[in-house]
């Protein structure tokens, strides 16, 4: 199993990737969340499964995200996504699952809030969303000071496309940074829970880490300052 692990993760590395590339990455993820198909749930079809349960928003939320940790583990699963990871630009199959699944979990966390996924607004706050409490230091280098509640101040006060062009851009900035200094990017470091596609299950912590921030921005609405904490 190590072996394999250590394959599969050199495998993984992809040099000379840039903002634009990653974008590329997470607007096919998104257009794919969007439509769902082939045994997979689509955004609004999963924020569906839990917009008539019991409990308060942050409650459906809660559980939407737990579901996605254990659902989403399963081996089933994961191979049952098919044709879906085919990408239009070259990156490991591992990776494009992983991200499908980040962006599909946190756009129907939007969805449960009551906000228009297929709005570019949104998009943008759940493509930031992927880098965990970063969120805040990202906005705040777009040039935005929001003292009120995140999402919504964002969807009424910062409409410009100048604006989203500057947040996608520092979000597939830091996705590919995350890995180091060296901007390489690979399977272990990329993306939050990737180890768990290889392993058969996902990392809980990092998993709830991501829709906590998603809920957060979306459910709960904190401010850039709390988002922080």
Known sequence: MLSKFKELKDKATMP??????MLKVLDWGYEKALTGGMGVDSIDELANNFRNGEGSLVDKANRLIRWQNTKAATTGFVSGLG????????????????????????????ALGGYDVRDDRVKTLVYACLTGNAVSEIMKQAGIQIGNKMASSFIQKYVTREI??????????RL?????????????????????VIGGSFDAMTTNYIGNTARKVFIEEK???ELEK
């Open 176 to 196: 590919i940074t995350k890995a180091g200094q060296t901007g390489v990017v690979n399977l272990g470091k990329m993306v939050p829970f990737v180890g768990g």
């Open 83 to 110: 044709g879906i990871i085919t990408l239009p630009v070259a990156i490991p199959a591992n990776i494009s699952v992983v991200i499908f699944m980040q962006i599909r979990m946190i756009a129907s966390i939007a």
């Open 16 to 21: 000379n990737m840039d903002e634009s590339t």
């Open 164 to 173: 989203l062009n500057a947040i996608n851009k520092a979000v597939g900035f």
């Open 223 to 225: 401010t850039l300052e």
